[in-house]
């Protein structure tokens, strides 16, 4: 209204469309870019599933000493072993068990960037701790990073249509096809087995794809 020059409309003004800032070099640098992508996330769950079985060695030459950071229900100082618990084992059969699927899945989440999923894991590991501590059965002692496993689930199989991402959710489909069966271990129906654990860590995996969502950008304005 009454402007004159480039007309202008709300968040946009007309004149020279700006051209898009791609070139050579930008087609030539995005393969190297995925690459440190895949090279990052696999050396990081190749580290982070190596030290679980480090740390599971050195509890077994202690005697099995790093077992008490495993979480005691409804103990207040229990609280500051929730995040403890996730990287301690009893056994080496446990880590064994949990090893490929976390190393899978948690490859697959760190893909979208390292920042975001160290955000995914602490959110998953803290959920799955608080439920463990609220709900578990009393003198019980859990650990272990099943909970982790089952969040890590979760958050790959709703991320695609929370970032709106098809890619995202054909990756989830296969995921669920995958590693579906897993859902059983939300059910109380095995003994030593933390359902607990396991469904809270199903429920902080998809809060979490809420919480670190791809946000699109703000208009202009």
């Not at 009454?2 to 087609?27: H, K, S």
């Not at 679980?52 to 072993?81: M, N, Q, S, Y």
Request: without cysteine; glycine residues 16%.
């Amino acid at each position: 209204m009454g402007a004159e020059g480039d007309a202008v409309t709300y968040g946009q003004t007309a004149g020279r469309p700006a051209r898009p800032r791609t070139g050579l070099a930008d087609t030539v640098l995005a393969p190297l870019r995925a690459g440190t992508r895949v090279t990052a996330a696999a050396a990081l769950m190749a580290g982070w599933v190596a030290l679980l079985w480090v740390l599971e060695a050195i509890d077994v030459l202690a005697g099995h000493r790093l077992d008490t950071f495993g979480i005691t229900p409804r103990k207040g100082g229990e609280l500051l072993d929730i995040v403890p618990a996730a990287f301690t084992h009893f056994g080496f059969g446990h880590v064994a068990s949990n090893s490929l699927p976390l190393l899978v899945l948690g490859f697959i989440a760190a893909l979208r960037g390292i920042g975001r999923y160290l955000a995914v894991a602490f959110t998953i590991i803290v959920v799955s701790g608080l439920g463990v501590w609220l709900i578990a059965p009393a003198h019980t002692n859990t650990a272990g990073a099943s909970g982790l496993i089952f969040g890590l689930f979760g958050y790959l199989l709703v991320r695609g249509f929370v970032d709106h991402r098809a890619l995202d959710v054909a990756v989830g489909l296969v995921v669920g096809a995958l590693y579906g069966s897993i859902l059983w271990g939300v059910l109380p129906s095995a003994t030593g087995v933390s359902w607990q654990g396991h469904l809270f860590g199903l429920v902080g995996g998809v809060a979490a794809a809420f919480l670190f969502r791809e946000r699109s950008p703000a208009a202009g304005g």
